[in-house]
């Protein structure tokens, strides 16, 4: 019966569509690509009133195929990709994109400059009005393009300059490309979002031509706007900028505050350490503290001898002084049940005597005074440098020896 055809005709497709995604998964492009042939020619002889939608599953299938078989060829892909954009207006212009970031991927970049044009001059009713975000999407990647021609032009004119030469065309053509790199780059950095690269890109155009006051309103508002998602890179591209251009530490602080709120792991916390212990302000150098504490509570510290440096460099002057001792008690009452472990070990001290001595000093001297003479850490490298002569173990195992009573302290 006409039911009964209509249902074995369905099972049969949701069968094959399972066989090309185990092929996938497999990595067997040519069985998953022989399937889809299947696939398609099945969705040809289907009579059915029911509109099935597949154009965006065979467009995605094909496109992961056609990049990973071996015997695919830029022509296939170029005419796989044609075909999609035919089969489906709503998603036309992803599929310009899409086919922009194969075409970019394999060097072709006046190939993709010349899609992402057919693409933004493209118009088809009211889809122009509904896809309007990935036709911003569009002119924001000529955009970036119309960036890369500029940053080579400008190349060429930085070594024409160096050798006394003036090339007035090249001149030109780099200021058409700032131009139209400028006006879709600012457009997109508008939008709330996470727009790194462009937003990278505009603020370098911005700061060449010495526009200083708009790229540095540009990073404000990335960074501080709350319509735009939380985003550590825009804090440390304004932390950068304003380095660059000899803000106060306090701006520079400012910028480091927040981003120590939300990657308190970043590799700039050992910049912001290095900045608060040297304030005269007593709360900033207490942040300070925190902040190299909590960078060390990350496996990717572990082996930073800048960080461990930093930190025992602070704890020795709190230890000296004998004040602020409850600093360190603050600090170290959260860690004290799992940091010996994950720091202190004996074999850890082996390891890092070996590889580094420079970092197993460091620790040492942090795991003596947060734990006492008697840490196996501090035991074991104290006793490795001092049978190695080496003058700065030895005056390390003095300086334990000697503030032992701090551990007491510091361990209530």
Same mark, same amino acid.
């Given at each position: ?201 505009? *603020? ?86 925190? *902040? ?121």
């Amino acid at each position: 019966s006409s039911r009964e055809h209509k249902l074995n005709f369905k099972k049969s497709k949701e069968v094959c569509l399972s066989y090309i995604q185990d092929a996938m998964l497999q990595k067997q492009w040519k069985r998953a690509a022989e399937f889809l042939t299947f696939y398609v020619e099945s969705l040809e002889k289907d009579y059915s009133t029911q509109y099935m939608g597949p154009s965006e599953m065979i467009w995605r299938i094909g496109t992961e195929i056609l990049c990973h078989h071996s015997h695919s060829s830029m022509k296939e892909f170029n005419s796989f990709i044609e075909q999609m954009k035919t089969l489906g207006v709503k998603r036309y212009l992803k599929v310009c994109l899409e086919h922009t970031f194969h075409l970019l991927c394999n060097g072709l970049i006046d190939e993709a400059y010349q899609n992402l044009s057919l693409a933004e001059s493209w118009r088809f009713g009211e889809q122009t009005v509904i896809q309007d975000k990935e036709m911003k999407l569009i002119q924001a990647y000529k955009g970036l393009l119309d960036y890369y021609s500029w940053s080579k032009q400008k190349n060429i004119l930085l070594e024409h300059d160096q050798d006394g030469f003036e090339d007035l065309s090249v001149e030109q053509e780099m200021h058409s490309c700032f131009r139209k790199a400028a006006v879709n780059l600012k457009e997109i950095i508008k939008i709330p979002g996470v727009w790194d690269l462009f937003v990278k890109c505009y *603020v370098d155009l911005l700061e060449f031509y010495g526009d200083h006051d708009e790229a540095r309103q540009v990073l404000n508002e990335y960074a501080y706007n709350s319509k735009f998602p939380a985003n550590p890179n825009a804090h440390v591209y304004l932390y950068h900028f304003l380095k660059r251009h000899g803000e106060s530490k306090k701006s520079l602080i400012s910028a480091l505050k927040i981003l120590h709120d939300i990657v308190p792991s970043h590799e700039l916390m050992i910049d912001f350490n290095t900045m608060l212990q040297k304030s005269r302000k007593r709360k900033k150098r207490r942040l300070g503290l925190e *902040v190299i504490f909590a960078g060390l509570d990350y496996a990717g510290w572990k082996e930073n001898v800048k960080a461990w440096s930093c930190l025992a460099r602070q704890v020795k002057q709190i230890v000296i002084s004998e004040k602020h001792l409850d600093w360190i008690k603050q600090e170290w009452s959260s860690r004290k049940d799992w940091w010996p472990a994950f720091h202190f070990s004996r074999y850890l001290a082996k390891r890092n005597w070996q590889e580094n001595e420079s970092l197993s000093h460091e620790k040492a001297l942090v795991a003596g005074i947060l734990l006492g003479k008697d840490c196996k850490y501090f035991k074991y490298v104290s006793h490795q440098g001092c049978k190695a002569q080496v003058k700065r173990f030895r005056i390390l195992k003095k300086f334990v020896n000697k503030h032992n009573p701090v551990y007491l302290r510091i361990c209530g």
